[in-house]
């Protein structure tokens, strides 16, 4: 079973930097993509950054410039680092990852999502 796990987020003011982890935990299993949503109350999902295959990064518009995401394959991590914070990225962050298992079958997988605030 393959489980993601944030950390990081918490209480910045504007202006302020963070950084979230994420952990991908299991065995027998292979990234497609993996990345960054955000959700703010009585709004959808919005992606934030994506490793698609190949190596592809995208971006929201909103974070272009201000935000960075990155990887460390080995240990089966994701970073995003969040510079020039603004309070409307307030938002719970989720990790997610399209997942390839053993068998063959390629899920989707959300961690349970992590709360950034930005106020001051």
């Known amino acids: 079973q393959v489980q993601l796990v944030e950390s990081g987020g918490g209480l910045v003011q504007p202006g302020g930097s963070l950084r979230l982890s994420c952990a991908a935990s299991?065995?027998?299993?292979?990234?497609?993509?993996i990345g960054w949503y955000r959700q703010t109350p009585g709004k959808q999902r919005e992606l934030v950054a994506l490793?698609?295959?190949?190596?592809?990064?995208n971006y929201a518009d909103s974070v272009k410039g201000r935000f960075a995401i990155s990887r460390d394959n080995a240990k089966n991590l994701v970073f995003l680092q969040m510079n020039s914070l603004k309070p409307e990225d307030t938002a719970v962050y989720y990790c997610?990852?399209?997942?390839?298992?053993?068998?063959?079958?390629?899920?989707?997988?959300w961690g349970q999502g992590t709360q950034v605030t930005v106020s001051s």
């Open positions: 997610n990852a399209d997942i390839t298992t053993e068998g063959g079958y390629t899920f989707r997988y």
């Open positions: 299991g065995s027998g299993f292979r990234v497609v993509t």
């Open positions: 490793f698609r295959s190949g190596g592809i990064t």
